[in-house]
């Protein structure tokens, strides 16, 4: 099974908002390390969002070239790996404001 054009030409805006994501939390975590806040997600948190939204067009191109299966397993693994630095980094705010609260 093949995508269609109007699949890639839908799928490919996706990359357009999977770049915005990740300026915006970019920017958020500049922001937030400028403002003393170094457990921010944002970064994390964009990352994976960008990734994922990046999956549906690596599909339609894989499904017309093998090899595109690397990219799509490459991204997933990569937004599985922001999604547990996210995790993580909001475990550890957690733990700090408690810490902080006693």
């Given amino acids: 099974m093949k995508c269609s054009e109007k699949m890639m030409r839908y799928t490919g ?3 357009i908002v999977a770049l915005i994501v990740a300026i ?3 920017y958020s975590q500049i922001q937030a390390v400028k403002t003393g806040k170094p457990f921010s997600i944002a970064l994390a948190v964009s990352l994976t969002l960008m990734l994922i939204l990046r999956i549906p067009n690596q ?3 894989a499904l017309h070239e093998s090899h595109g299966w690397y990219s799509v397993l490459g991204t997933t693994v990569g937004a599985l ?3 547990m630095l996210a995790y993580m980094t909001y475990q550890t705010a957690e733990k700090e404001k408690k810490t902080k609260s006693n």
Avoid: D
Wanted: hydrophobic letters at 40%; one cysteine or more; aromatic letters at 24%.
């Fill in 24 to 26: 915006y939390g970019t």
């Fill in 13 to 15: 805006y996706l990359h």
């Fill in 81 to 83: 790996g922001f999604a």
């Fill in 59 to 61: 599909i339609c191109v």
